[in-house]
């Protein structure tokens, strides 16, 4: 029997099976997540994401309940109408007291009128000012209120500040949410990175700004990044002294980013190689 056929179809099966890239250095990639939390506390009565929904900028998450917060804005508006409504008898009473001061004044110039008279148009004159100054202030104030209850009310309604994809939801509908609690976490895509550990013996041959080239399963030729933190203390360190042994045991956490993100999944293995 011919075995030289088979041998030969052997070699080239071998050949054709490439070896899985072994990166200098071990890691993972990491991501920087969104917490959105409730900024007043109240209870949630809908959430309008869910675990792995992709979000943009402007989309709602969830919303609370808004009872007190709808109240408080129709009772500013209902001050303000009050006072609108004040302040036109009030302006119709300093007309008069003006028309009246100013008759007084011209009686006075021609002695007809005494000093006593005077004074009296004079302080309702004055009265009249100070009400409706009085009335311009508690709209002013009102308008204020207004304002503020206007925003703690679109507060109940939490919209996403990035784009990205929602990791996890903390709260459902029907719970309470504690002021400044995370209802909502959503991962963007830049801000994905690599995470990575670098023995001692070749701390040396990193600085921060290196490029360096990611490697992973289905990455293709890989990725590049840019070493944006190096740790200044060492991950592991043996007991009592470091000798030549123990030495082998230290790594220095390294983190790598790139523009935009790094297209890869939080948790997923990496090897980097330096450039």
């Given at each position: 029997?011919?075995?030289?056929?088979?041998?030969?179809?052997?070699?080239?099966?071998?050949?054709?099976?490439?070896k899985p890239h072994q990166g200098q250095w071990l890691g993972y990639a990491e991501g920087d997540t969104a917490f959105v939390a409730a900024p007043l506390a109240g209870w949630v009565t809908d959430v309008k994401v869910k675990r792995g929904d992709w979000v943009k900028k402007g989309d709602l998450l969830f919303v609370l309940d808004?009872?007190?917060?709808?109240?408080?804005?129709?009772?500013?508006?209902a001050q303000i109408a009050q006072a609108q409504s004040q302040r036109a008898s009030a302006e119709a009473s300093l007309d008069l007291a003006k028309r009246q001061l100013d008759r007084q004044k011209g009686l006075m110039q021609s002695v007809a009128t005494s000093k006593q008279a005077y004074d009296q148009a004079?302080?309702?004159?004055?009265?009249?000012v100070a009400q409706v100054a009085a009335i311009d202030a508690q709209e002013a104030q009102a308008k204020a209120t207004l304002s503020s209850a206007a925003y703690q009310l679109s507060q109940r309604q939490v919209v996403s500040l990035t784009t990205g994809r929602v990791q996890d939801v903390y709260f459902r509908q029907g719970e309470y949410a504690p002021a400044m609690t995370t209802v909502v976490s959503v991962l963007p895509p830049d801000n994905v990175y690599v995470r990575f550990f670098v023995p001692e013996n070749q701390f040396a041959r990193i600085k921060l700004g290196q490029k360096v080239k990611v490697h992973c399963d289905s990455c293709g030729d890989g990725l590049v990044a840019t070493i944006a933190f190096i740790a200044s203390s060492q991950e592991y360190t043996p007991p009592?002294?470091?000798s030549n042994q123990s030495r082998n045991q230290l790594v220095f956490k390294v983190e790598a980013r790139a523009e935009g993100g790094l297209k890869l999944n939080p948790g997923q293995p990496v090897d980097v190689d330096p450039l």
């Open positions: 029997m011919n075995l030289k056929p088979l041998g030969l179809a052997l070699l080239l099966v071998l050949a054709g099976c490439e808004n009872t007190s917060q709808t109240a408080s804005r129709d009772q500013a508006l004079k302080s309702a004159y004055d009265a009249a009592v002294i470091f």
